[in-house]
């Protein structure tokens, strides 16, 4: 989940993150590095006592890849957004067979799921962070995404079980996939395609001309997935993140 970023100061304190890991974070508000703005998020992250910065940077400047390589910014993971238009005849005008909205009594079963879908994430892979905090973090998201952070939430069951999700999120006309999930048990079950596809069929009945969705370059299977499902990469970029030894 995002905190709202505050594009006046070079990073934002994040307090969510914070209390959820039990370290001080904060992001860096940009994506690019220069010698005078790597000095100002020093001098920020130590008058603030930062002890983990997140950093997403551009892939395309080789001065910010040097700076941060060099200023001991550990890289994470390879951030990958794929897009796709909703004009196209292929989108079909209702969910797929199976695919329903969650409900209420759907959370346990969500809550299981994301504790163990997401171990790609660039969390996971900065071993400062323990694996249930982790998986903690994702439960959370998927629970609060239930609770209204997401304008909608699909599920996927077997047997009248909830075996997979979706997030749904519209945001100026776009709409967005946040969060994605299989249970282990229904792998190759060819859910996580009825999923994308009943995301883009709500996409398309509540007026979206565009859909994007984020996922890890390590995460070959999503990828596969959405180019598959009509999607094409809009953009790559590079998480950094920067630990700091508070004095």
Same mark, same amino acid.
Do not use: C, M, R, S
């Given at each position: 989940m995002k905190a709202n970023e505050n594009g006046d100061e070079i990073c934002t %304190?994040? +307090?969510w993150d914070s209390q959820l890991f039990q370290h001080r974070i904060a992001r860096l508000n940009r994506q690019r590095l220069d010698q005078d703005s790597l000095s100002q998020v020093m001098t920020w992250c130590g008058a603030n006592r930062i002890e983990c910065l997140?950093?997403?940077a551009d892939s395309d400047d080789a001065e910010t890849t040097r700076l941060a390589e060099h200023s001991e910014f550990q890289q994470t993971d390879v951030r990958i957004t794929f897009e796709r238009t909703l004009a196209?005849?292929?989108?079909p005008r209702t969910l797929a067979e199976g695919v329903r909205p969650a409900a209420p009594r759907d959370l346990a079963a969500l809550r299981a799921i994301a504790a163990h879908a997401h171990r790609q994430g660039r969390f %996971?892979? +900065?071993?400062?962070?323990r694996t249930e905090k982790c998986d903690l973090?994702?439960?959370t998201w998927v629970e609060r995404s239930l609770e209204g952070f997401a304008q909608m939430?699909?599920?996927a069951e077997v047997n009248s079980e909830a075996v997979g999700y979706i997030t749904c999120h519209l945001r100026d006309g776009d709409a967005q996939i946040g969060l994605?999930?299989?249970s282990n048990d229904c792998q190759k079950m060819g859910l996580g395609k009825k999923l994308t596809q009943s995301f883009l069929t709500w996409s398309v009945q509540h007026g979206a001309s565009r859909a994007t969705?984020?996922?890890q370059g390590r995460n070959l299977r999503a990828q596969r997935l959405y180019q598959r499902s009509g999607f094409v990469t809009e953009s790559v970029k590079l998480w950094y993140h920067r630990w700091f030894t508070l004095q």
């Open positions: %304190y994040l +307090d997140y950093f997403l196209e005849p292929d989108i %996971y892979f +900065d071993q400062h962070f973090f994702y439960q939430v699909l599920v994605a999930g299989v969705v984020v996922t």
